[in-house]
Structures are given as structure tokens and as C-alpha cells.
């Protein structure tokens, strides 16, 4: 199982197709964001290795200042490379969002190359993607494409790794545990200490200002234990036992699926305003997360916590697709029906219904969702409907059509 570590098969942003980018002339800056250990530095090595042009690698993740002076001081050691050969050079900056006032310098620096006219390739890395879109946006408007970077899916953990449907329910999405599921409780340390408690503290605590860090530790706890269920965010709070107030879990949310963690899903009406006042489905972004919080790393075929891990990798599966702004995922309910997912890409309009036993599916929610919307597209996802590993296999955009 201990393999080395490479993503054979990375599905939304090939390392040839950023290869092929910084092979252009230089247009754009080119930004990988993604949470923790999903391989964006490895993505980038592996472009670089491939390319005969000279380039910098630094890290803002390093134990040295990182400022303004810094980040500067790093961008002329890559123009003495541009200037040096006719092909230019290239600068990657891995964690960018820690160096301070990184968005305003890389906008200055890079106007003044484009003015000098001076082959100097941009990337930018950073696992903090709410940051990183709000350095892009404050500043660099117009000067960037993004290559988003999500968890593993099934298809890349098997081909790197040999997992199983049932090892990657399990186990999730995660390239750097992947070498420990032998030794389940290390692995679980592992996750706990290296992954979990590294983002939160690094990517989240220290980077945006949070007045309760205790509350968002255990909202982030509440969230994996519940992951594919509908809680209000008052029985959260009676859950929690804090006497916090509904708009903060509601951010510390927010600030969890930035990290690429936890989210809340909205409820879908046809109408925004009804959706962002609904009660939230609590949903993971990787269902190893799920496994690590609990302590349990059996999950028996019959069992309820199975049947929480398949319902939770099929939402992972569409919540690391909508990181891409092109689809948007919500649930609905209306009185005692439900559909466990909606996913919503323009016009089309997808129904996902999650059975995670053999037996015959009966199905009152989605029909009563396809009533209501009659252009919705039904899917069922095990039972007698589409098998759980082929659904989890395929890109979603591949189910929005029939």
C-alpha cells in the first residue's frame, strides 16, 4: 500500500494541462487552490520537471519573514532567471495567502513586468481557498485563471493506492494517509494531529478572526457526526451547548468549507431567499474525516454508519465538483418528503436520491420533488438504481444529461 505519492489520474486540472500553460506566453497568473494534502505542490513539481525553462520554487509556509520584502525579494531571484534566458523563468509560491499583503505585491510586481515585458510565469499555490479567492478578487481582478485542486475521488485513489469502494468509504479521499490504512489508529492520529488540527489552526485560526475558537473546533466535531443530516441551527447550538447565536455557526461554517472541510448545504425552493434562511445539511468534503471524528474504521455493509459514509461520499463527490462554480448543490424537503441532493447547473436541474441497502427503492420524495419541479432529472443511487461505486466513478456534469 505504501506507494509512491503522485495523482495519476487528476480529473479537473491535468499536469499536463498546466504544463501547457505555462508553455504559453505569459498571460495570466496562474493559481492552484485547494485544501491540505490534495497534491497541489506535487501537481506543480511535476509541471515544472517537465518543462526546460528555469524556474524558482519558494514556500510562504517557511519559518522566515514573510512580508512584503520577502515575497519581493523572491520575485527578483526569479527575474535574474527571466532575464537570463530567452525562454524566461517561472516563480511558484507555494501558501501564498501567509505572506502578508500578498494579493496588493504580486498585482504591483506583476504590472511591472508586463510593462518591462519581461517572460515571467506566475504560480501562485494556496491551501486556504476562501483566502486565496479573496486576495484574487480585492486585487488581481483580470490577471489570473484558477486550477482548482479538490479531494481524491474514487477513481485516483484506486489507481494510486488499490483502494476499494469500501476502503475509500472509509478511508476518503486523502493521498498522505493513504500509506496508513494498514495501522488504522495511526492512521486516525495521522488525521486528527497532521490534517484536521494543522487546518484548523494554520489555515483558519490564523488567518481570520475568530472571536470563539473552542465553538468552531466543535461545530467542526457536530458537523462530521452528522454529516448528511438536517440540523436547525438552533438544535446545533443545543448540541453544542453554547450560548452563541445562530449568524456565528452559520460563518464558522463558511470558514470550514473555505478550508475545504465541512459545509452546509441550503435548501432548495426555486428562490435564494428561501434558501439561505433554511436549516443547514451538514456535509464533509471527504468522507476520511467522517471516520477519524468517530473513531470507527469498520463499517459492516448492513450498519448505520455505513450507510452515513455512502450518503456523505456521494455529497462529497458533488460539493468537490461544485468548487468549480459551474454546478451548486442544495437538498429539499417539504414536510415529511425529501431528496438528499439537488444539483443545480444552469437549466439543468438534478434530483439525487441516496438508498444505501439492496432492497427495492421506493422513491415518494423524488416524486414529489419532480412534481413540483417537473424539469428535475430523478437519479437514484444504490438499491435498484445506479450503483453507488459507478455514480462515485463518473464526473457529476456526466449526470446532469440523460
Given at each position: 500500500m505504501a506507494r509512491k505519492l503522485h495523482r495519476p489520474a487528476f480529473e479537473r486540472a491535468q499536469v499536463a494541462v498546466l504544463t501547457?500553460?505555462?508553455?504559453?506566453?505569459r498571460r495570466f497568473i496562474q493559481v492552484v487552490a485547494g485544501p491540505r494534502q490534495v497534491g497541489k505542490t506535487t501537481l506543480v513539481t511535476q509541471a515544472l520537471a517537465r518543462l526546460d525553462v528555469p524556474h524558482v520554487f519558494v514556500s510562504a509556509d517557511e519559518p522566515t519573514l514573510r512580508d512584503t520584502a520577502w515575497l519581493a525579494a523572491q520575485w527578483e531571484r526569479a527575474r535574474a532567471e527571466a532575464k537570463r534566458s530567452p525562454e524566461g523563468a517561472i516563480l511558484a509560491v507555494d501558501e501564498v495567502q501567509k505572506a502578508a499583503h500578498w494579493?496588493?505585491?504580486?498585482?504591483?510586481?506583476?504590472d511591472e513586468d508586463?510593462?518591462?515585458?519581461?517572460?515571467?510565469?506566475?504560480?501562485?499555490?494556496?491551501?486556504?481557498?476562501?483566502?486565496?479567492q479573496q486576495g484574487l478578487t480585492e486585487s488581481l481582478a483580470g490577471r489570473f485563471e484558477v486550477v482548482r485542486a479538490p479531494h481524491w475521488s474514487l477513481a485516483e485513489m484506486r489507481a494510486a493506492f488499490g483502494f476499494d469502494l469500501e476502503?475509500?468509504?472509509?478511508?476518503?479521499?486523502?493521498?498522505g494517509a493513504a500509506p496508513l490504512v494498514g495501522d488504522p489508529e495511526r492512521w486516525r492520529r495521522y488525521l486528527l494531529d497532521a490534517l484536521i488540527e494543522t487546518t484548523i489552526a494554520r489555515d483558519v485560526l490564523l488567518m481570520t478572526r475568530v472571536d470563539k475558537p473552542a465553538l468552531l473546533?466543535?461545530?467542526?466535531?457536530?458537523?462530521?457526526?452528522?454529516?448528511?443530516?438536517?440540523?436547525?441551527?438552533?438544535?446545533?447550538?443545543?448540541?453544542?451547548?453554547?450560548?452563541?447565536?445562530?449568524?456565528?455557526?452559520?460563518?464558522y461554517l463558511d470558514l470550514l468549507a473555505g478550508a475545504g472541510m465541512l459545509t452546509g448545504l441550503s435548501k432548495y425552493a426555486g428562490a435564494?431567499?428561501?434558501?439561505?434562511?433554511?436549516?443547514?445539511?451538514?456535509?464533509?468534503?471527504?468522507?476520511?474525516?467522517?471516520?477519524?471524528?468517530?473513531?470507527?474504521?469498520d463499517?459492516?455493509?448492513?450498519?448505520?454508519?455505513?450507510?452515513?459514509?455512502?450518503?456523505s461520499a456521494v455529497g462529497a463527490h458533488l460539493v468537490n465538483a461544485a468548487t468549480d462554480h459551474e454546478l451548486e448543490v442544495f437538498y429539499w424537503r417539504e414536510r415529511d418528503r425529501e431528496v438528499d441532493f439537488v444539483v443545480k447547473s444552469g437549466p439543468d436541474l438534478l434530483a439525487?436520491?441516496?438508498?444505501?441497502?439492496?432492497?427495492?427503492?421506493?422513491?415518494?420524495?423524488?416524486?414529489?420533488?419532480?412534481?413540483?419541479?417537473?424539469?428535475?432529472?430523478?437519479?437514484?443511487?444504490?438499491g435498484d438504481g445506479v450503483p453507488l461505486e459507478a455514480f462515485l466513478e463518473r464526473p457529476v456534469r456526466s449526470w446532469l444529461v440523460a
Open positions: 501547457g500553460r505555462l508553455q504559453e506566453p494579493s496588493e505585491t504580486v498585482k504591483r510586481l506583476w508586463g510593462r518591462r515585458g519581461l517572460a515571467l510565469h506566475v504560480v501562485l499555490l494556496g491551501s486556504s481557498p476562501l483566502l486565496v476502503a475509500y468509504l472509509r478511508f476518503g479521499g486523502y493521498p473546533r466543535r461545530t467542526f466535531e457536530l458537523g462530521c457526526r452528522y454529516s448528511g443530516q438536517i440540523l436547525s441551527y438552533t438544535k446545533m447550538l443545543g448540541q453544542l451547548q453554547e450560548a452563541g447565536n445562530t449568524t456565528t455557526l452559520a460563518h435564494v431567499v428561501r434558501q439561505r434562511g433554511s436549516s443547514p445539511k451538514l456535509q464533509v468534503f471527504n468522507t476520511a474525516l467522517m471516520s477519524a471524528i468517530a473513531g470507527r474504521l463499517a459492516p455493509p448492513e450498519s448505520a454508519f455505513r450507510g452515513r459514509l455512502a450518503e439525487i436520491e441516496v438508498k444505501s441497502g439492496a432492497a427495492r427503492t421506493h422513491r415518494p420524495g423524488l416524486d414529489a420533488f419532480t412534481r413540483a419541479f417537473p424539469r428535475a432529472r430523478p437519479l437514484v443511487v444504490g
